[in-house]
């Protein structure tokens, strides 16, 4: 399995153990940016602690621009939480292109699963940049045109009292926007 910019590592370390010690687990991780502050921590740096980790042998770093993402082929599952939105932020990036890599990556029949932060109903991509969060609904349809199946989705992170008027780094907000979950297969 494959996680899409896994920031600490804190799902990394939940993937590492489901998938067991006969599995693996690649945090792929954009390069350090050419114009970040010297003190911006490098990608891969961040889970430097983890994969130094003897109890995390199944986890590998792949260091990979969005716009050129290279997975291992035959993977059971992709996953990217709370970041899909910023796909949309990367400069000359093709996000259906980007969905088509991850369908090639995935094994007929795995599985892409996209958490997110949801922005208001009908705003599409407008809210990526500023507010950190992106229209449920023109997930659901990017994706899919790229070739996924649409299978579901969880409500557990929902939060119906979210206005998704604040960036979600706000503290009034912060550890409580709205998010959805939603399970995308591969045709087999």
Do not use: C
């Amino acid at each position: 399995m494959a996680e899409l910019i896994p920031g600490g590592g804190y799902f990394t370390r939940l993937l590492s153990a489901v998938v067991g010690p006969k599995g693996k687990v690649y945090a792929v991780v954009p390069p350090r940016r050419p114009d970040a502050p010297a003190d911006a921590p490098d990608p891969a740096a961040r889970l430097q602690p983890l994969t130094s980790d003897s109890h995390y042998a199944n986890v590998s770093v792949i260091v990979s621009k969005p716009s050129q993402l290279e997975l291992p082929h035959g993977l059971d599952l992709v996953w990217t939480s709370q970041n899909y939105h910023d796909f949309h932020n990367v400069d000359k990036l093709d996000v259906v292109e980007f969905d088509k890599k991850v369908l090639q990556a995935l094994k007929p029949g795995g599985v892409y699963l996209v958490l997110d932060h949801a922005a208001e109903k009908g705003s599409r991509f407008r809210d990526t940049a500023t507010l950190h969060r992106i229209d449920p609904e023109a997930v659901k349809k990017e994706v899919t045109s790229a070739g996924f199946k649409f299978e579901g989705a969880s409500a557990v992170l929902r939060n119906n009292d979210d206005p998704h008027t604040a960036k979600v780094f706000d503290p009034a907000i912060r550890g409580h926007t709205d998010q959805f979950i939603f399970r995308f297969r591969k045709p087999r």
